[in-house]
């Protein structure tokens, strides 16, 4: 596995850090969406964050809804209606617990999924311009071959019809969908199993 070193940190930090993120969160308290935006671990990381710290897995959404103005602060969100502490419940104690996350596309805000998807439709020459920044950021990172998962069938259709033959990609219920937290726990078990098992016949 890729290790982050500091410098290399502080290098992605500078150039994505607030488009992106890491797949770590403060432990939960008494409610289920409690610490989600205490994230003053990625302001001077210690070699034990660093170490968890896993380029190499990948967690794409589609696009960033609102800008963000904490640095790393993306699925981090201090809003109590956010959904993204299903994700925290979901990969806790897994393989992917500190895997990036981006957005596969960059510099669009839009809420509503189905706008982007129109947009790209309309505009071909921009999400290929999102799939080459993409890809530059996988070597920023120092991923090596990475696992993409992506949240739901948007991110999953862009990354596959332009990526398929490059990576392997895999899709996972969009956490911001009517879905209980053990079934998307479930859904990370199944998929971790399934790539445990793939790599062992390799």
Known sequence: MSKITIESYNKIKEKYGNISSWAIWSEENIKSKSGMDDILFFENPTPMILNILNP?????????SEKIERVFGNFHPDKTTAQDYKTRFALHGSMFWGAYM????????????????????ENKDFEKENIKKFEEELLDIGSQNAIIIAFGNDSYTILKRNLK????????PHYSAFIQLDTLRQAFTDLENMIKLSTSHT
């Open 56 to 64: 190499n897995i990948i967690l794409v959404e589609l696009n960033i």
């Open 102 to 121: 981006t957005d596969i596309i960059k510099s669009y805000e839009e809420k509503i999924s189905g706008n982007v998807m129109k947009y790209l439709r």
């Open 165 to 172: 033959d490059k990576y392997r990609i895999y899709k996972v």
